[in-house]
């Protein structure tokens, strides 16, 4: 499986973004798609996921802020990001894996992962 994450770019604070991530090659619907971030000095940390069963699941500090989305027929996850904060500047990677509910936020349960995609959000 291979994964390219787009539409990351510079906007100011409390404009919106949407990424994308395509996903290429041995792919299926059973993959559950993530979106973790990695901020400057900081650790990779989860954003959302959404599992072939269309269930999501968001780090508590992002929901209402964040959607993500799957689209099958295009194998593209998406990641609606509004309201954005310069706190939200990070490195945004796509992840992908078949994962069990209890698993979905830790990186090591996905095993395939796109380049990164900045995000700059300044204030």
């Known amino acids: 499986v291979q994964l390219q994450a787009s539409g990351g770019g510079s906007v100011q604070a409390g404009g919106s973004l949407r990424l994308s991530c395509a996903a290429t090659g041995s792919t299926d619907s059973s993959y559950a798609i993530a979106w973790f971030r990695q901020a400057p000095g900081k650790e990779r940390e989860f954003v959302a996921v959404?599992?072939?069963?269309?269930?999501?699941y968001y780090t508590d500090s992002l929901k209402g802020r964040f959607t993500i989305s799957r689209d099958n027929a295009k194998n593209t996850v998406y990641l609606q990001m509004n309201s954005l904060k310069s706190e939200d500047t990070a490195v945004y990677y796509c992840a992908a894996g078949r994962i069990i509910t209890s698993t979905y936020r830790y990186a090591r349960s996905y095993g395939y992962w796109g380049q990164g995609t900045q995000v700059t959000v300044s204030s």
């Open positions: 959404i599992r072939p069963n269309y269930a999501t």
